[in-house]
């Protein structure tokens, strides 16, 4: 491609949110990127960051959408429910990017498959403290019929390692964390993988893409190749080894061991945790809504058609067909 036709392409700036929001089941721009997907459809997506993150509208990379200051970005729809039952800014999910819970408990020891109902008078402790995560933890030991009493949930002490050695020395008996913060240990043998907490969450928009309405209506069609491109590189992470992913994304991921990147992106594809289809189903996001009502983090029903744009995909589908046939 000349530079006069780099130049010609759209631009949207992606705000990434803080470092720790770089997650590898968020590979799914970078694999578009990397493999030239964006370009395909005369699209040039930036990516920034944050100084702080947050999970609230207050906190992370929603600040800079709402502003203007970048034109999506990538977080979990819980926050635009939130935004929406407390009156805030319009913000609507419009491609999704992970559609299972990818938190995972680990243990220092290796076992057989652990279920919910074997937590039963064990400590577990919540390394990362992530609201999401945290929420749908206690729903799921309340639906498995285990009481605070039942389980020992302990905060994290704000060291991730100092955790890890709790639990690779037995004090602790299991860390709950994303296999990306996990994959590390595991391969190192400090950890073992116990259970993914992915199958029995059942499926849920965990995360998506996110944008102001008006800033998808004026733009649309730019939109609607950033989520064509997005479709086409979740197809292909979840078609391709994990090893090949790795290496293709691994740029993106400097400091990250790529035995370890491999790992993670190998339990999320068996965990299913990438998104099937860039549309956000209303069954899942109706069971997500619930669990976070029973959770208490929503005092009410929220609308799907208000919060979720599914419009995108249907184009999107016959705009990456129409690349392919180029």
């Known amino acids: 491609m000349t530079q006069a036709q780099s130049a010609s392409r759209a631009v949207l ?8 929001e770089a997650r590898i089941y968020y ?8 493999l ?16 702080s993150g947050g999970h609230t509208i207050q906190g992370g990379q929603i600040p800079a959408v709402l502003s203007g200051e970048a034109d999506l970005t990538i977080g979990g729809p819980m926050v635009t429910m939130k935004n929406y039952e407390d009156g805030g800014p319009a913000l609507v999910s419009f491609c999704a990017a992970v559609e299972r819970n990818p938190w995972v408990l680990a243990s220092g020891k290796q076992t057989e498959a652990l279920t919910i109902a074997d937590l039963r ?43 890890f050695r709790d639990v690779a020395s037995g004090t602790v008996d299991y860390a709950l964390h994303s296999l ?8 190192s043998g400090q950890l073992f993988l116990a259970c993914d907490l992915a199958g029995p969450t ?30 086409k ?21 400097p400091d990250y061991p790529l035995e370890a990147l491999t790992v993670a992106i190998e339990g999320y594809q068996r965990a299913e945790v990438f998104a099937t289809s860039t549309a956000i189903a ?21 609308p799907y058609e208000m919060l979720v744009d599914t419009s995108l995909t249907s184009q999107s589908h016959d705009a990456r067909h129409a690349t392919e046939k180029r």
């Open 13 to 20: 700036r992606m705000n990434q949110g803080d470092a720790s």
């Open 282 to 302: 209303k069954s899942d996001f109706d069971h997500f809504a619930a669990i976070l009502r029973q959770s208490g983090w929503l005092e009410r029903d929220v």
């Open 202 to 231: 059942q499926p849920v928009p965990w995360s998506a893409y996110i944008a102001r309405p008006d800033v998808v209506a004026t733009r649309r069609k730019d939109f609607v190749a950033f989520t064509s491109a997005i479709g």
């Open 27 to 34: 590979c799914a721009h970078f694999v578009a990127e990397a």
């Open 233 to 253: 590189a979740l197809d292909w992470v979840r078609s391709q080894p994990a090893s090949e992913i790795a290496t293709v994304v691994a740029p993106y991921y």
């Open 121 to 163: 008078g064990k400590r577990v402790i919540d390394v990362g403290n992530v609201g999401t995560a945290s929420l749908c933890f206690r729903w799921l030991l309340r639906t498995h019929g285990l009481s605070e009493q039942d389980v020992d949930v302990i905060a994290g002490s704000g060291s991730q390692e100092q955790d």
């Open 180 to 187: 990306h913060a996990l994959a590390p240990s595991i391969t």
């Open 36 to 51: 030239g997907y964006f370009e395909a459809n005369d699209l040039s997506v930036t990516f920034t960051t944050t100084q």
